[in-house]
């Protein structure tokens, strides 16, 4: 099975910060690699696709590039409704499988 | 838009079979290119993916679950299901169930992502 390690695990910011999320491959997986976004008490939902592609509605301050093994996610000017817990998966192999989460929090 | 609503009981005992439906509205449970899936958190833990389904019948389940899980399909009511057995207080979790979109980008590359999710179904493994 492909590990998906993020770093960090947890994250303070202010309001306007960019902030950056990284996600490890345990092998190459090319660009298969998507972007979660959940806040608490609600279901994931699909931000950035393909490691690369931001999703219909998402709004443009998310952006995630790499491909290979190392990926990152930004959030180029941190907003109050951003607070959540930003998850990584890949789907170059199945079973599909998820980064441990990256939370996010206002400083 | 498509919606997604899971259902079943919230209590399980060991040992007993969790069943859970999810109940897809807003469109066809048989249309388009698309996969079901269920995905299970534990409380303060990561998703794990548990399995999916595509219409035709095909499934594809996690290794380490893989003895214990059936996902199916019921097109006439437009459901699909996840059936997991001998289940122990690991399985405590909340479950959601998702619809993967399996999106053309060129020739011979696919996009796959979980474009829409259910709001998730506690179900906790207790005597």
């Known amino acids: 099975d492909i590990q998906m390690t993020q770093s960090p695990s947890s994250l303070s910011a202010s309001v306007g910060d960019r902030v950056t999320i990284t996600c490890q491959a345990s092998q190459d997986i090319s660009n298969y690699l998507n972007w979660y976004q959940q806040k608490p008490g609600k279901a994931p939902k699909l931000l950035i696709y393909d490691a690369s592609n931001l999703e219909t509605g998402v709004p443009s301050r998310f952006s995630g590039s790499g491909s290979g093994t190392d990926f990152t996610f930004t959030i180029s000017s941190l907003q109050p409704e951003d607070i959540a817990t930003y998850y990584c998966?890949?789907?170059?192999?199945?079973?599909?499988?998820f980064g441990q989460g990256t939370k996010l929090e206002i400083k | 838009q498509v919606q997604l609503q899971e259902s079943g009981p919230g209590l399980v005992k060991p040992s007993q079979t969790l069943s859970l439906t999810c109940t897809v509205s807003?469109?066809?449970?048989?249309?388009?290119?698309?996969?079901w899936s269920w995905i299970r958190q534990p409380a303060g833990k990561g998703l794990e993916w548990i399995g999916r389904i595509y219409t035709s019948g095909s499934t594809n389940y996690n290794p380490s679950l893989k003895s214990r899980v059936t996902i199916s399909v019921d097109t006439s009511k437009n459901q699909f299901s996840l059936k997991l057995s001998s289940v122990t207080a690991a399985d405590t979790a909340v479950y959601y169930c998702?619809?993967?979109?399996?999106?053309?980008?060129?020739?011979?590359?696919?996009?796959?992502?979980?474009?829409?999710w259910g709001k998730g179904t506690t179900v906790t493994v207790s005597s």
């Open positions: 998702a619809r993967e979109h399996r999106a053309a980008a060129g020739t011979l590359y696919y996009y796959y992502y979980m474009d829409v």
């Open positions: 998966q890949q789907y170059d192999n199945l079973p599909y499988s």
């Open positions: 807003g469109g066809s449970i048989s249309s388009g290119s698309y996969y």
